[in-house]
């Protein structure tokens, strides 16, 4: 009778073993398989809905403390806040009856875009006038809920918090994550179809 080695036993034996242990692991219930939860030990980043809810809140109210500061400092008063958070001053208005900016309007618009601190990031003397249609563009929603509060030939001031901007991402060019804008507009033209 043939005798198995002792070293040879061995390896068989860890081999059937590791075998083994791998066939159990790949048939784990899918629960398992789902991925980390916020209660595995081993998560990176557990965070919760209600954490998350929290950072934005106080990242929202340090915002408005810092848009509260910048409209006290140029002592624009005549400030209004829309239901959106969106700030707003239509400083001069020509007439009422002039073709309201409407969802659907091509606006065509000179203006100019500054940080909270003062530094420019686009003009319409740099970049040329800006042309689009309400609400088929790029652009913003802080801009786009702005312009339609207005009029032809009105000009506004437009504070327009980071969640109405490019929030978390910016422009991926001159604004970057979290920038508040304010805008300087003047209607142009305002074409309803």
């Not at 106080?58 to 005549?78: L, P």
Request: charged share 25%; with cysteine; proline share 2%.
């Amino acid at each position: 009778m043939n005798k198995i080695p002792l070293k040879r036993l061995s390896f068989l034996c860890s081999f059937f073993v590791a075998v083994f242990l791998l066939i159990c692991s790949c048939t784990r219930n899918k629960e398992t398989s789902a991925g980390p939860t916020a209660s595995d030990d081993n998560v990176l980043f557990p965070v919760d809905e209600q954490t998350l809810e929290n950072a934005n809140r106080d990242a929202v109210r340090k915002e408005n403390i810092q848009i509260g500061d910048f409209i006290e400092r140029y002592g624009w008063n005549n400030m209004k806040e829309s239901g959106t958070g969106l700030r707003y001053w239509i400083y001069s208005s020509v007439d009422d009856k002039a073709t309201k900016v409407e969802k659907g309007s091509m606006v065509l618009l000179d203006y100019s875009i500054v940080f909270l601190n003062g530094d420019t990031v686009y003009s319409s003397n740099r970049d040329g006038v800006k042309e689009f249609v309400i609400g088929r563009s790029n652009e913003i929603s802080g801009l786009e809920e702005g312009l339609m509060l207005m009029h032809k030939g009105d000009k506004a001031k437009l504070i327009v918090p980071s969640f109405l901007a490019y929030g978390i991402t910016g422009d991926f060019n001159k604004i970057s994550i979290k920038n508040t804008l304010v805008y300087d507009v003047y209607v142009l033209d305002v074409l309803n179809y």
